[in-house]
């Protein structure tokens, strides 16, 4: 080894390369159907102001508290503007290359501290470090907008680490730094409150051999405050996501059956870190919950004998490999479902777990790195030779893994359809599909998707509201009222749902619910868009007189009428509703405007025409 392999500048420069190479063809990815549209709907970011940012660090009871990743989607609205999309891109590859090289002087620091062969311990952790920039099932959290939060996430764990690692082992000083980036991380996500947890596996690893005399006090004196604070906040974490909707049934219908869906969903994140080819933005997973079956009882051995290997390399004094055991499965905890959650595998929660499994090759490359030949017919430096090669191709078929997943999140279209093709029972990429054929105009295929959205997760409201919405735009009405009345008990403020709960009333004909849905949604503040407002208010106008209430119904008509004149056809249908109601002059005020918005031609011929009896007939009035 030389003193420029060993150099950290060099590393840092190839990982820097590396990473914009990977990702330059995220730059021209446009912004998905995913989560990213709330990114462009929240006033809070589109401009820097002292109220947005109060805005944005301000806790919500209904929503986890992430100040960090809001604040850094403001900083892309106010530098990009109307090039907001690529510059997020931009940031996502940035922070995502910060994360990249603090995990480097991580790895070097730890492995340091535990490995005698420093040669040895330069190649493993540079090793480990590149296979891990270029990994493929890091991809969705750097080209979808909306993870932003991972990468945010594993600067703040990764320099944690670093800092609490030199407080142990150079001055206590840096636990300040330590304490103050998990406290940045829990504020980039709060499923960062487990990193205490790593700290305290690193701790009892470092003890083990370094054997050091009075190490239980100090710990108590370090750990005691830090769970007198994360503690709560897990509590606070869960009980939000449960009032929100976020934590679903148990799988199996009990806690001890829902044990065995986590055991499974453990090990299946093994496969998708170490064996994966085809990556996607969700995975359908048949979970076994059943005791009397065979199959779980396979998991929870497979998970048994991976803790019983930690175990026994701790005490074999094989510190780093028991400590990478457990970084998988503390990072993996809470999104392993032992509160059920939405998605059952996603790539973007492997992206700290999946360090251990570029810390494991890094090691046997690094071993056969340093293995020499002291006799026969191979050169002594054979097993160096093979080590590189393995180490390019390895390095080469991830990354262009990586540069293929990339091209997948171009937009929402080609996505959601790979997604589908990989795993045609995902719920979230049958739903997205389904909401673009809607929009699209392809109910029917919108209607099939929205379906084995359903079969997939029963619970899916989204799914529940698009298949709603694909039966109204088809003239199913009373399937579509009764499919938005149960996405709505299941997620009572998806306003959406209720929106098109009322538009299915009014295209039935049943004005009295229409009203009612209507006036809910108004009395709440709740009207879309500027011309659904006008649309609504029309709508209430109409039910309003349909049901015996004339005098609201002129007051909600008057507040239809400035925004009709934005839309010859919707002034037309106006004026034709007044004429119904038997105010001819206000049906004559209104077809007198719309004359005035028709080109010469027969339809401004006709409107005359009909202009012309309406004022015959307030002239007989008036007489």
């Given at each position: 080894?030389t003193e420029r392999t060993r150099s950290p500048l060099a ?384 390095t080469l078929f991830y990354a262009y893994m990586t540069f ?220």
């Amino acid at each position: 080894m030389t003193e420029r392999t060993r150099s950290p500048l060099a590393v840092a420069v190839l990982l820097g390369i590396m990473v914009v190479a990977l990702f330059y063809n995220t730059l021209d990815n446009k912004a998905t159907n995913w989560d990213d549209p709330a990114l462009f709907s929240r006033s809070a970011y589109t401009a820097f102001t002292l109220e947005h940012v109060r805005e944005l660090l301000v806790i919500k009871s209904a929503a986890t508290y992430q100040p960090l990743r809001d604040l850094s989607y403001l900083l892309d609205f106010t530098l990009w503007k109307d090039r907001v999309v690529f510059g997020m891109h931009i940031q996502n590859m940035v922070l995502y290359l910060i994360m990249v090289l603090l995990c480097y002087a991580f790895l070097r620091r730890l492995l340091g501290a535990f490995h005698d062969n420093e040669d040895e311990c330069y190649i493993w952790a540079a090793t480990a470090s590149v296979l891990y920039a270029v990994h493929p099932v890091h991809v969705e959290s750097v080209a979808w907008l909306f993870a932003r939060k991972e990468p945010l996430l594993g600067i703040f764990t990764f320099l944690s680490l670093w800092a609490f690692l030199k407080a142990r082992l150079v001055s206590w000083k840096y636990y300040i730094l330590s304490v103050a980036a998990l406290i940045l991380a829990v504020l980039s996500k709060p499923t960062a409150l487990v990193l205490p947890a790593v700290m305290f596996v690193l701790d009892i690893a470092l003890h083990a051999r370094l054997q050091e005399p009075g190490f239980w006090k100090r710990r108590l004196l370090l750990y005691a405050p830090m769970l007198a604070l994360v503690i709560p906040m897990m509590v606070r974490l869960v009980g939000m996501m449960t009032e929100v909707g976020g934590v679903k049934p148990y799988h199996g219908g009990s806690f001890w059956t829902n044990l065995l869906a986590v055991s499974q969903i453990l090990v299946s994140y093994i496969k998708l870190i170490g064996f994966t080819v085809n990556y996607a933005a969700d995975y359908s997973l048949e979970l076994y919950t059943d005791p009397r079956m065979w199959q779980p009882w396979v998991f929870v051995a497979l998970n048994l004998a991976l803790v019983a290997g930690a175990l026994w390399a701790f005490v074999k004094r094989h510190y780093v490999f028991a400590f990478f055991v457990c970084w998988y499965y503390v990072f993996l905890l809470p999104v392993s479902h032992l509160f059920p959650i939405a998605q059952v595998l996603a790539d973007r929660y492997a992206l700290l777990p999946s360090l251990s499994w570029c810390v494991l090759l890094a090691y046997l490359l690094a071993r056969l790195w340093h293995a020499r030949v002291k006799a026969g017919v191979l050169t002594p430096f054979f097993f160096t030779a093979l080590a590189v090669g393995l180490f390019c191709f390895i390095t080469l078929f991830y990354a262009y893994m990586t540069f293929r997943q990339n091209d997948v999140w171009q937009d929402s279209l080609r996505l959601w359809t790979h997604t589908v093709a990989i795993t045609p029972n995902s719920s979230p990429g049958n739903v997205n599909l389904a909401s673009i054929y809607i929009k699209q105009g392809r109910f029917e295929e919108a209607q099939k998707h929205s379906i084995t959205a359903i079969k997939a997760l029963p619970y899916d409201y989204l799914a529940i509201s698009n298949l709603a919405l694909s039966q109204a735009m088809r003239g199913q009405y009373d399937n579509a009222i009764n499919n938005y009345t149960t996405a709505l008990r299941l997620k009572p403020d998806l306003h959406q749902a209720r929106m098109g709960l009322a538009y299915a009333y009014w295209e039935k004909g049943d004005f009295r619910h229409a009203y009612e849905v209507y006036e809910q949604l108004l009395s709440k503040g709740i009207t879309g868009s500027e011309s659904h407002r006008d649309m609504m208010y029309y709508r209430l106008g109409v039910a309003a007189w349909k049901t015996g209430r004339p005098g609201q119904a002129r007051d909600y008509l008057l507040k239809a009428e400035p925004g009709m004149y934005r839309d010859k056809f919707k002034l037309s249908e106006l004026a034709g509703f007044y004429t119904t109601m038997g105010d001819y002059r206000k049906a004559y005020e209104l077809y007198s405007a719309l004359s005035g918005m028709l080109d010469e031609g027969d339809a401004r011929d006709k409107l005359n025409l009909l202009l012309g009896a309406l004022r015959k007939k307030l002239e007989r009035d008036a007489r």
